[in-house]
């Protein structure tokens, strides 16, 4: 809807934002000169590399690369949408968004649906304060909720009558209800959806009620329903318990995702207040895709048993998809019998929060997984775990996680020393997981990823622009420097002689930003300023010997034949090469 919203009332209203105020009202700033500066709220980091201008209307991070305005930061920030974000913006400056005559009327059916919604929300929780919701209120409390969780989460109790909803309401809810599928005409006569349940209102990122889950007080087969989908409920796109984790913790750095409703409530009861639940499965792209709107690091936390370990393995494999480099994902797999509502009750919230701390990070479960049931001193195992492995690789996007992760399938599968302790004295050989005893721990080694020429010289360039000329001549003779000749052309034409220079101008020159914001995609790992300096200088300034070699490689590959070399370029392949021969 976002182009339904007149340009020039959004230009109105970020001349109107004082930027600082507003980033200020989210997280901690502090004043560096004209500008102010803090910890990035989008990345995690020790140094403070974030950069308000409210002269200039933007803010930029020179650690991660966040950049844009008073909108943007809004939705990055709280997870919004662009309407949802101008419309924020706007109440805070007391200014109503002038929306066209058919976006208007459909932003009015949608808050005539959430007026609808937020009416059954207070009246099931006035009946769960009723004498009628004695036996809901006495379940709360055996399942250990105390009144100030009950009323933070807007639980509620749906009678069992069964038209108690629809006859509570006002004419013009009626409808409404209706249309959202809290009450149902399907046999020709009102009849609420849930009687006799706990309720669980599921609320929106601004707080409004959009749908509901119920949980059965009797013997009905499902033991759990939720509303229906309905022009303001899409349940892939919300997440039960965002609102009251964005309301607890202002700057949400992770997301603990449990399956059910009551493991999110219990666990905020013990303090942990970032647990969330998916609305049908977790383990589907447009569920996983809303997850990471929200957040970079996502725990997911499962029973430890069959099914648990099905459902991770869904997720696992529907998020390799979506991973990039600054994505952290873990698996918390919980011991058998056990989730967290019952769990966090009986060891404790410090107990908990350490196995949360521990869980595994997604490539260790993906190789323990996939390795379950194989010995690894056998050709033929290691063959059927690359068999296991190498599909789900391919469907993860370039980057430096998948590039490590092909280094690890290749070192399990490699053969080339013994990959299991024999202290068992079994040779090697003996039952291994599923299939017997616990087999011992693959010994991992470290993984270092190397970065290529052109993104080290790109580095190098950023520490020291004074190599620009340097780098410009390697890159003449090396084609395979694409991304380090422009930024060297570029530093060499604007005369930028220090890195100061260098960072002010990436930051503030919109043409260069754009030019070169996506510089450094894909490296998750950066080296150390004097590791960086040191290999681009041995680049930069080789023995003789490897200049030579260099040059004569540059002239046989550039051309298709010897014909094609001008005079100069023979002369200079005949001295090259007679150095060669001598």
């Not at 901690?28 to 590399?49: I, M, Q, R, V, W």
């Not at 696992?316 to 994902?329: R, S």
Request: charged share 30%.
């Amino acid at each position: 809807m976002s182009g339904l919203i007149p340009q020039r009332f959004v230009e109105e209203l970020l001349d109107r934002i004082d930027l600082a105020e507003l980033i200020g009202s989210r997280i901690t700033l502090k004043k560096a000169g004209g500008n102010y500066k803090a910890c990035c709220p989008f990345h995690d980091e020790k140094t403070p590399s974030f950069n308000v201008r409210p002269d200039k209307g933007f803010y930029h991070c020179f650690g991660c690369g966040a950049h844009g305005d008073a909108i943007s930061f809004i939705r990055e920030f709280d997870g919004l949408g662009f309407t949802d974000a101008v419309e924020e913006l706007a109440r805070r400056q007391g200014l109503e968004v002038p929306y066209d005559r058919v976006a208007r009327q459909e932003m009015q059916q949608a808050r005539t649906l959430t007026d609808a919604l937020d009416f059954a929300s207070q009246f099931y929780q006035g009946t769960l304060r009723s004498p009628q919701g004695n036996y809901a209120r006495d379940y709360l409390q055996q399942r250990g909720l105390d009144a100030a969780t009950t009323e933070r989460y807007q639980l509620g109790f749906a009678p069992g009558t069964g038209t108690a909803l629809f006859e509570a309401a006002a004419a013009d809810l009626k409808g409404p209800l209706m249309e959202t599928g809290t009450v149902s005409d399907r046999y020709g006569r009102p009849r609420d959806l849930f009687r006799n349940r706990i309720m669980f209102p599921i609320r929106n990122s601004r707080g409004r009620t959009v749908a509901f889950g119920g949980r059965t007080l009797g013997d009905d087969k499902a033991k759990y329903i939720n509303s229906p989908e309905s022009d303001v409920f899409h349940k892939s796109r919300e997440i039960y318990g965002l609102f009251e984790a964005r309301q607890a913790i202002r700057q949400l750095d992770r997301l603990l995702v449990v399956e059910g409703y009551m493991d999110v409530i219990a666990l905020a009861q013990h303090g942990i207040h970032y647990a969330v639940a998916t609305l049908g499965t977790a383990t589907n792209q447009d569920s996983l895709t809303a997850l990471l709107r929200q957040v970079r690091h996502l725990v997911f936390c499962f029973d430890g048993d069959a099914a648990g370990h099905r459902a991770a393995d869904r997720a696992m494999e529907n998020a390799l998809e979506l991973l990039a480099d600054g994505l952290h994902l873990q698996f918390l797999m919980l011991p058998q019998g056990e989730d967290p509502d019952t769990l966090v009750r009986k060891e404790g919230p410090d107990a908990f929060q350490q196995r949360i701390d521990g869980a595994t990070p997604l490539s260790r479960y993906l190789f323990n997984r996939k390795s379950e049931g194989l010995d690894l001193a056998l050709p033929e195992h290691r063959g059927e775990l690359r068999a296991r492995v190498e599909p789900l690789l391919n469907k993860m996007p370039r980057c430096t996680l998948r590039d490590a992760m092909w280094h690890e399938m290749l070192r399990l599968c490699g053969g080339k020393r013994d990959w299991q302790n024999n202290q068992r004295g079994d040779g090697g050989r003996g039952k291994f997981g599923r299939f017997g005893h616990r087999r011992d721990r693959i010994q991992e080694e470290r993984i270092d990823v190397r970065l290529n020429k052109d993104s080290l010289l790109c580095l190098a360039l950023v520490e020291a622009p004074e190599l620009a000329t340097e780098v410009l001549e390697l890159a003449r003779i090396d084609r395979q420097l694409p991304q380090a000749r422009q930024l060297a052309s570029w530093i060499d034409q604007q005369q930028i002689g220090d890195q100061r220079q260098l960072l002010s101008r990436l930051a503030l020159d919109s043409q260069a930003h754009g030019r070169f914001f996506g510089l450094f995609d894909g490296i998750e790992h950066v080296p150390k300023r004097e590791q960086t300096l040191a290999v681009a200088r041995e680049m930069l300034q080789p023995d003789q010997e490897a200049a030579r070699k260099q040059r004569l490689a540059a002239l046989l590959n550039e051309k298709r034949s010897l014909a094609d070399l001008s005079d100069a370029e023979r002369q200079e392949l005949r001295q090259l090469s007679r150095h060669e021969a001598g």
